[in-house]
């Protein structure tokens, strides 16, 4: 039993049903949010599955980035359900409010689909990363890991270093992509507060790539091709569920 009260444990036929559109996304309402999904071939409801659960940046659109989270040339061997949360399309994320759209998404993706509690992952980019780190570290028994692109651990999470360092309940493994280049989330700060993340003791794997905030996709280079090719892999192991 989750802390948010929904049992994942149900049998195939509890699931509710959804609809797909042209693109095999499916479009649900959690109460708190809009957000939008992608379930792999690979899913069957009789076995539990790994959940990623991600955030857009300033200006970004939940069915935009789901793209990026699910990218076509990788969905037909994909053995997790991705969402991305919509809610404040168009905007950043406001991190002293929004920590329900996050909770409310995952309890509801649970009510269609077996979602394996110990293989949820909170993931999100610049200000969706900001929300990440609040929401992951202040409900940190949810989570299996934390996946970032250019943000900062401590920086815009709207508390302070301390208490959204005691707010984790474990050690709660990050994966944080930078970008050598970005003046958004200047690297040298971000490495030392990464530093201070492992200093207490959570496991953190630092990835830095040359390019800026944002670089538009230039055959191996650019800020989604670094998504898809350093963040979601980490999708792929297990060591991270606690």
Not at 70 to 82: D, G, N, V
Not at 176 to 200: C, F, G, N, Q
Request: with cysteine; charged share 20%; proline share 5%.
């Amino acid at each position: 039993m989750l802390a948010f009260g929904l049992s994942l444990t149900c049998l195939a036929s509890d699931y509710f049903p959804v609809k797909y559109d042209s693109n095999g996304f499916f479009h649900l309402n959690s109460g708190q949010s809009e957000y939008v999904g992608y379930r792999p071939e690979t899913y069957h409801a009789s076995k539990p599955i790994s959940l990623l659960v991600w955030l857009h940046g300033c200006g970004g659109n939940a069915e935009g980035d789901l793209w990026s989270i699910a990218p076509p040339a990788s969905r037909r061997t994909q053995h997790y359900i991705a969402i991305s949360l919509g809610g404040r399309d168009g905007v950043c994320w406001f991190v002293h409010k929004d920590t329900p759209k996050v909770l409310a998404a995952i309890a509801d993706v649970s009510k269609h689909f077996n979602i394996n509690p110990k293989k949820v992952y909170l993931g999100g980019y610049s200000s969706g990363g900001d929300l990440t780190y609040r929401v992951g570290f202040e409900h940190a028994d949810l989570f299996a890991g934390l996946l970032v692109e250019n943000s900062d651990p401590f920086r815009d999470t709207g508390i302070s270093q301390a208490a959204l360092l005691a707010s984790a309940s474990w050690k709660i493994p990050v994966v944080h992509l930078a970008h050598l280049s970005d003046t958004t989330y200047p690297i040298a700060e971000v490495r030392s507060h990464l530093a201070i993340l492992k200093e207490k003791g959570f496991p953190v794997t630092k990835i830095e790539k040359l390019g800026t905030h944002y670089d538009a996709d230039k055959g191996a280079f650019g800020t989604t091709y670094d998504r898809i090719h350093c963040l979601l892999p980490v999708m792929a192991s297990d060591s991270t569920a606690h």
